[in-house]
């Protein structure tokens, strides 16, 4: 069996080291010159920074690929500092622990007491969105001050616009969250479980599906987008770029537009409903300040009169010298990756400035116009996306967007390639 992979972002890249692992021939396509797809660091000034992904958790499967690929001196565990969000005038530090929820400053003394009742909230309902959930099952400070903003400002979308079913009930699904929230969390906080730690490397988080490239390098094909998928006699002919190449199964990992295109003729019907699914876009403008901050980042509550989503702290989460990178656009202002880059730097190191009392200087603008799924009422049409006989989708819209997710993803379609083959 020949497997094709089109992408060769982590999730492509994944996919194939794991064949491989498994002794089935695989062959990867990468449209761009560079591995990594969102993931991608690079140099400015001497500084590393990230221009997608800024970390990841360093869940089992993470962990084993830095293994295998011998990353491990490379490794740089995130600090453990505490994460905020911007509300009522001020940055404001986000409970993480019993402790700091009861004396946190976020939410008011009887909406802390609300919390108490979810667990005879009952869980999702039809038709529910994040906001609605949350609101319902935890009230509506918290919903709206602690959870929302956390939540929908991974994605850059409003939790008004994301329905339970394709956004948060999979999250919690994946997290093995039945029923209450609250009693999930008292258990593992109980049995001492602890999240794996958060990480990057030295020259920051394009080392990863860098290195898999390398690893892999003869059948890593970059600059070699796939233009067109046909069925034949026993498997599918790839027109590529350079080339055309015949596959027995196929495991397409592009994002959705893309594969509507490859998917026009073999699965119209699919090919339109993947069309129907939005991707907020986004702006990473990085900052550069001598702000001495000690943190993770923040969050943007959304009702506040700022365009800035939310910004990492890199300086002090990663120790990388003075730099800070700000989110701005998603869907409350997907405009913004039309905007001139000094139209964003303006606004990024004002309200920097403004959030953090700190001034600071752009380093870089970066456009992301499909930057994350957005998760909202357009991802309905999931329902009507069937992969056609003989091809695996293993993507954000298979499972969850980021890395410890794609990763655990590419290793199961990988796993279940090789079972049956
Ligand atoms: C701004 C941002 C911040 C994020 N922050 C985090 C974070 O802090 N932690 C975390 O864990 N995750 C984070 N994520 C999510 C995580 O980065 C993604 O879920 C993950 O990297 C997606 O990988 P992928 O391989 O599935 O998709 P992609 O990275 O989109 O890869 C798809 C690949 O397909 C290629 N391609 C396109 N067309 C063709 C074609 N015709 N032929 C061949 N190849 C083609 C593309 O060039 C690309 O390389 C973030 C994402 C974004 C956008």
Redesign the pocket.
């Known amino acids: 069996m020949r497997v094709g992979i089109?992408?060769?972002?982590?999730?492509?890249?994944a996919t194939h080291h794991y064949l491989r692992e498994r002794g089935v021939e695989s062959v990867v396509?990468?449209?761009?010159d560079r591995?990594?797809?969102?993931?991608r660091s690079d140099r400015i000034e001497g500084r590393v920074l990230d221009f997608?992904?800024?970390?990841?958790?360093l869940t089992p499967s993470v962990a084993g690929l830095v293994e295998d690929l011998g990353l491990g001196d490379e490794l740089r565990e995130a600090a453990d500092v505490p994460l905020y969000v911007y509300h009522h005038g001020r940055l404001r530090r986000v409970p993480q622990t019993p402790r700091e929820a009861v004396t946190t400053d976020l939410i008011s003394w009887p909406a802390k007491l609300r919390v108490l009742l979810e667990p005879l909230t009952g869980p999702a309902r039809e038709g529910e969105t994040v906001e609605e959930f949350l609101t319902r099952t935890f009230g509506s400070e918290v919903a709206r001050y602690y959870f929302g903003p956390l939540y929908g400002g991974?994605y850059g979308s409003h939790p008004d616009e994301m329905p339970m079913e394709h956004s948060l009930s999979r999250a919690l699904d994946s997290a093995g969250i039945e029923g209450s929230v609250l009693l999930s969390v008292a258990k593992k906080v109980l049995r001492g479980r602890e999240a794996p730690p958060v990480a990057s490397f030295g020259d920051g988080?394009g080392r990863l599906p860098e290195a898999l490239a390398e690893a892999h390098a003869p059948r890593v094909r970059l600059g070699?987008?796939?233009?067109s998928v046909e069925r034949d006699a026993a498997g599918f002919a790839l027109e590529?770029s350079d080339d055309e190449v015949r596959v027995d199964r196929l495991v397409v990992?592009?994002?959705a537009d893309?594969t509507a295109?490859?998917f026009a003729d073999l699965a119209p019907d699919t090919a339109s409903a993947l069309r129907e699914l939005n991707y907020n876009p986004?702006v990473?403008v990085h900052l550069c300040a001598d702000a001495d901050l000690t943190g993770a980042g923040y969050q943007v509550q959304y009702d506040e009169d700022f365009r800035t989503l939310g910004a990492?702290w890199n300086a002090s989460l990663l120790d990388r010298d003075g730099v800070y990178t700000c989110?701005l656009g998603g869907s409350r202002n997907p405009a913004m990756v039309e905007w001139s880059d000094d139209r964003l730097e303006s606004v990024a190191s004002e309200e920097f400035e403004a959030i953090t009392g700190h001034p600071a200087r752009a380093l870089s603008v970066h456009r992301?116009p499909?930057?994350?799924p957005a998760y909202d009422r357009s991802w309905t049409a999931l329902d009507r996306i069937d992969a056609p006989e003989g091809v695996d989708l293993?993507?954000?819209y298979t499972a969850?967007?980021?890395?410890?997710?794609?990763v655990r993803e590419a290793k199961a379609v990988a796993d279940r390639l090789a079972d049956a083959g």
């Open positions: 089109v992408g060769g972002g982590i999730t492509g890249l396509f990468e449209a761009d591995p990594g797809g969102v993931i997608g992904p800024q970390r990841t958790r991974l988080l070699e987008p796939v233009q590529t990992t592009t994002p893309v295109d490859l986004q990473l990492t989110y992301l499909r930057g994350m293993c993507t954000n969850r967007a980021g890395i410890p997710g794609r």
